[in-house]
Each structure stands twice: as C-alpha cells, then as structure tokens.
C-alpha cells in the first residue's frame, strides 16, 4: 500500500507541501475550503522565492524597487535596490494560491473542495496501522446542490489551514500570541496609481499602530493600506486603520474601497509542531516573521521543507514516517531559521516601542549599509554578514539613532 497524506489547508505552505509530496509518487490529499480564497495579506514577496519556487511573471502585479519609510515626525527616508534585476514582488493571493495549488494538482494531488470538519486522532500514533481520519464537508458545486459529508483515512496529516487550524486542534498544538491585521483595498485615480508604479510605503508611529507598522503596498489596479497590531490592542485597529488613512490622504485621495479584509497574524510558533503522525507549517506553525510581518516565503518553504523530509524518510511514500521521522523537519528547519526570528523579535522589541525608538529606526534606515544589509536578507533569505567595521559602524549609528529619537519623536 503506497503512502497516503492529506495537506489540510490549500495556501502557500499546503499548495508546496502537496506539490513535492505528489511529484514523488505519494497519494496526496489537498483540502482547501474555497478555492477562490482571496486572504487578506500585505502580499510581498521576495526576490530568491519567484527562482525557488518557480513562479512565473503573470502572478506577479508590481515589481517594487523603491521603499517609502515614513516615521512618527513624518520625516521620510527612500530605499532603493542597487542591482536592476532585484525587486520585491507584489502579489494578490488569490492569484498566487491558485497558481501553486493547481500546479499541485496537475503533478498529481487530488484537491477536494471541502471543510474539514474535525481529525480523529488514532488511540496510538505510534502503530502505523492505525490511520488519522479527516472528516469533511464537500462543496456543493451550485446553489441548488447540497453539501455532503464524507470521511478520508491517511497515513500522514500535514496542518496548512493558517491560524484556525483544524490539524492543530485535533492534535493539542497549543496557543500563541497574536496579532490583527486589518487591510482595505482602494482603488485610486490613475495619476496617483502611477505614484506608486514600483514604490512600497511603510508607516511607523502610535497613530498607525501600537507596536507594529502600516503600509500602502501596490497591486495590479490598486493600492493596500493596511496596519497591524497585537491582541492585546485589537479594539483600537479601526481607529490605527483610520490613522494610515490620514496619514496617506493625499495619496489615495478619490479612491474607492473595493474590499476590506481583516485577518489574525501568529506571533512565535506554536508549542507542538509535530505530534504523532502530524505536522504544522506556515501560519499554522507559527511562521510568521515579527518585524517585517513576512509571512508568504516561510509559509512555501515549511511546507516544502516538511515534504522533502516526508518523501525522504518515507522512502518515496515505500514506509510511513514516524513522529521521531517528522521532526527531523523541525530540526532542519529551527536550524536554518530560528536565529532569522528571534533577531526579528529583537528588533520589534527594541524599534517598535515607543515613537522615540521608531524615529530611531526610520533615521537608521537611511544608511547605506544599513540598507544593503537588509535588502539583500530580505531579497535572498541569507543572513549577510557585514565586515568588522562595516559592523562597529552600523552598531554606532544605532545607539546614536535612538539617543536621537527622543528629541525627533512628536
């Protein structure tokens, strides 16, 4: 009997995971409630993950090359990349889950348009002979068609489902802290649109958000205004969305909003990402980088990563894989990227508390060095290393950035 999966959730992290474990001849199972999906998300991506992962031109609505960082003070600092063919990529997801998902299914995956309702967890996920069973509510495919419910037995269970994940609740994962993302989509005059051609704007202060950043991200015929915050603070995000809006009125001026979306971001990953014959990726895991808020890379690369170790330990789908075998993409993966987040959660510690340390961060950023460094992280994914003084350089325009702070802060 071949092995069998099921990826339960059908975004970025579900899309990869079913795509590898397909192509490598296991019977995969890709659950995805609505196909038309479109999650609210600031949608950048980076340079390294359009080669990585193979994604053509037309997913892609704007290749931004220049970067708006506007402080507290409105004081205003302009990035751009060096090289010409380097850009962040702007994306709608509908567009980009729709394009992984269906490769997905093309290299084999049966994509079952459903909800998952609940997992019944084996007594003992030790004995592989004991299968996980997803049980579903299968869309009706018109008005007048009613739903149907209908049960799956599997081998493996891989939790894709972001931040309400059924996986994870059948499995007890565990809680994390979180934040809200609020976002509308506006529509705005052509001559304003073209302000914004190859240019991202991110905001930073108590008026936009309490302890995280705003942005005006452009797409194919519109623009993203959006800002973000912890639980904790989540009754004001109407008000902080309200704050981004004035502090960008002059240019989205006349624009209609044509879609409101609001949706919670984790944190820190989840206490329990692998238990028994089940894994977490993406959201669902708690891969969501604090900082930046960059969530779409790390979602694909977990879910590939899990795969890979799937396909491999599995022997080409010959043996299921035990819990000891799936967390071997744990290790692989705290490895290649757990000091990428906890620098982030530094930075968000330090830059992001008070008006005075954000008027630091803006100034920060209109070092050159500073600039590169994180562009070219950003862009490739690398933690690049600067040279000794380059580094004592960096380091001193910190300390005298955040001394500065407090005399700029309004």
Same mark, same amino acid.
């Given at each position: ?8 959730? $059908?975004?970025?992290?579900?899309? &990869? ?5 397909? %192509? ?72 980009? #889950? ?66 309400? &994940? ?139 990563? &899990? ?19 799936? %967390? ?36 920060? &950023? #209109? ?22 003084? %380059? ?5 001193? %325009? ?6 500065? $702070? ?5």
């Amino acid at each position: 009997m071949s092995l069998r999966v099921a990826v339960v959730g $059908g975004g970025p992290a579900g899309s &990869c995971a079913a795509e590898v474990l397909a %192509k490598a001849g296991i019977e995969t199972y890709l659950f995805e409630r609505k196909l038309d999906n479109a999650k609210p998300c600031g949608g950048a991506i980076p340079l390294c993950m359009v080669d990585e992962f193979q994604l053509p031109e037309e997913i892609i609505d704007r290749k931004v090359r220049r970067m708006k960082m506007i402080s507290p003070s409105n004081h205003e600092v302009n990035i751009a990349v060096e090289r010409d063919h380097e850009y962040i990529g702007m994306t709608r997801r509908e567009i980009l #889950d729709g394009f992984l998902r269906k490769r997905a299914e093309e290299l084999g995956a049966k994509v079952i348009n459903a909800v998952v309702i609940d997992i019944e967890v084996p007594k003992n996920p030790d004995d592989t002979s004991q299968p996980y069973a997803i049980n579903y509510s299968l869309k009706g495919k018109g008005t007048d068609t009613p739903d149907r419910l209908g049960s799956l037995e599997v081998d493996l269970v891989i939790g894709a489902g972001g931040f309400y &994940c059924k996986v994870a609740e059948a499995i007890d994962a565990g809680d994390y802290n979180y934040a809200i993302a609020f976002q509308e989509r506006i529509r705005i005059p052509d001559d304003k649109m073209a302000y914004y051609e190859d240019l991202a704007e991110m905001y930073v202060g108590n008026d936009v958000s309490s302890d995280f950043y705003a942005w005006v991200f452009p797409k194919s015929d519109h623009v993203s205004v959006g800002t973000g915050t912890m639980k904790v603070n989540k009754a004001d995000i109407k008000k902080l969305q309200q704050g981004i809006r004035e502090r960008a009125a002059e240019k989205i001026r006349g624009g209609e909003v044509i879609k409101v979306e609001a949706h919670p971001i984790p944190e820190h990953p989840r206490p329990r990402r692998v238990v028994g014959r089940a894994a977490l990726v993406g959201d669902s895991a708690g891969y969501v980088t604090k900082s930046s808020g960059e969530g779409i890379y790390f979602a694909a690369k977990s879910g590939r990563m &899990c795969a890979e170790t799937i396909v491999e330990l599995s022997k080409n789908g010959e043996r299921i894989p035990t819990e000891k075998d799936l %967390k071997v993409y744990l290790k692989r993966w705290d490895r290649q990227y757990g000091l990428t987040y906890k620098v982030l959660d530094i930075l968000q510690r330090v830059f992001y508390a008070s008006d005075a340390t954000r008027e630091a961060f803006v100034e920060m &950023c #209109d070092d050159p060095d500073v600039q590169k460094l994180t562009f070219d992280s950003y862009l490739y994914k690398t933690v690049v290393p600067a040279n000794p003084i %380059k580094q004592l350089k960096i380091t001193a %325009k910190t300390i005298g950035s955040l001394l500065r $702070g407090n005399a700029l802060a309004p």
